[in-house]
C-alpha cells in the first residue's frame, strides 16, 4: 500500500497546511478545542511532518483528529503559516478513506454525519430540513418544538414560507438544474466515493461490534454511535 504520508501529500489540504511547523505551540495556545478536549495540534503538526508512518496509522485511528472545530484560529497565529486546521482535514478524509475512522468512538460518528447532514445536501440542497428532528434526539428544544414538528406545514404557510414547494420563498424546494450540479460537484470531488467508504467501513465496524447496521438513518449502530461516550475525550485538570 502507497505510504500514508505520501496519501496526505497527495491532499492539496495538507501541502497547503503544512510548511514547516518549528514546534512552538502558538496553535494550541489560540486553539479552543484544546482548552477543553485532549488535543494539541502542535503536536500533530509535529507528528505528520515526522513522516513516522506508524505514528501516523495511529493517529488516523485515534479520536484526536475529530476534536477539531475547524475554526482555522491557528492559521491566524502560526508564525511558520501552518494551518493545523487543513492538516486535520486531510487527515480525517484520508481516514474515512481506508476505514480508520471506524477504530474511535469520535471515528464512528461519521456514518451519522454522512446520513443526517450529508445526505440531506445531497438530497435536498439543505444542509439540514429541521423537519423531523424529534423530541427523541433534540430534548433541549422543549414542548413547543414538538408541537411544530406535528404542525410543521401550518407554521411555516403561516410564516409566508414555501417550504419544499416550487417557486421562490423560505425553504423551498432547490431547482433540479441547482440539484444536478450539486450531485456533479459530488461526483468530481470524490464525495460519492467517500460516501460508499464511510458506509462501507461502518457495516464492517457494525458486524465486528454485533450491531445492526439497516438503511433507516438511525439503527443500532447509528444509535450507538451518536449516543456513546467513554468520559475519556475532555481534559481533567489535576
Given at each position: 500500500m502507497e505510504k500514508l504520508y505520501d496519501q496526505l501529500l497527495e491532499d492539496v489540504r495538507f501541502r497547503e497546511g503544512l510548511a514547516a511547523c518549528i514546534n512552538c505551540g502558538t496553535c494550541t495556545a489560540i486553539c479552543p478545542a484544546a482548552e477543553f478536549y485532549i488535543y494539541d495540534p502542535r503536536k500533530i503538526t509535529n507528528?505528520?511532518?515526522?513522516?513516522?508512518?506508524?505514528?501516523?496509522?495511529?493517529?488516523?485511528?485515534?479520536?484526536?483528529?475529530?476534536?477539531?472545530?475547524?475554526?482555522?484560529?491557528?492559521k491566524t497565529r502560526c508564525p511558520r503559516g501552518n494551518t493545523p486546521g487543513l492538516i486535520i482535514m486531510a487527515l480525517r478524509a484520508l481516514s474515512q478513506k481506508l476505514g480508520?475512522?471506524?477504530?474511535?468512538?469520535?471515528?464512528?460518528?461519521q456514518l451519522v454525519l454522512k446520513r443526517v447532514i450529508g445526505e440531506s445536501i445531497y438530497n435536498t440542497g439543505y444542509c439540514l430540513l429541521m423537519k423531523g428532528a424529534s423530541l427523541d434526539f433534540h430534548p433541549e428544544q422543549g414542548p413547543i418544538w414538538g408541537w411544530e414538528q406535528q404542525n410543521w406545514d401550518d407554521v411555516f404557510d403561516r410564516?409566508?414560507?414555501?417550504?419544499?414547494?416550487?417557486?421562490?420563498?423560505?425553504?423551498?424546494?432547490?431547482?433540479?438544474?441547482?440539484?444536478?450540479?450539486?450531485?456533479?460537484?459530488?461526483?468530481?470531488?470524490?464525495?460519492?466515493?467517500?460516501?460508499?467508504?464511510?458506509?462501507?467501513?461502518?457495516?464492517?465496524?457494525?458486524?465486528?461490534?454485533?450491531?445492526?447496521?439497516?438503511?433507516?438513518?438511525?439503527?443500532?449502530?447509528?444509535?450507538?454511535?451518536?449516543?456513546?461516550?467513554?468520559?475519556?475525550?475532555?481534559?481533567?485538570?489535576d
Open positions: 507528528l505528520v511532518q515526522s513522516k513516522n508512518e506508524t505514528e501516523i496509522e495511529a493517529l488516523l485511528k485515534s479520536e484526536t483528529i475529530w476534536y477539531c472545530g475547524e475554526c482555522m484560529s491557528c480508520y475512522f471506524t477504530h474511535s468512538e469520535k471515528g464512528r460518528q410564516l409566508g414560507a414555501n417550504f419544499q414547494k416550487e417557486g421562490p420563498g423560505i425553504l423551498r424546494k432547490i431547482p433540479k438544474e441547482a440539484m444536478d450540479e450539486i450531485h456533479e460537484i459530488f461526483k468530481v470531488t470524490g464525495g460519492d466515493a467517500l460516501f460508499e467508504s464511510i458506509e462501507k467501513h461502518s457495516a464492517i465496524k457494525a458486524q465486528e461490534m454485533g450491531q445492526t447496521l439497516s438503511d433507516d438513518t438511525w439503527c443500532d449502530y447509528t444509535l450507538n454511535a451518536y449516543t456513546a461516550n467513554n468520559d475519556m475525550h475532555t481534559r481533567t485538570d
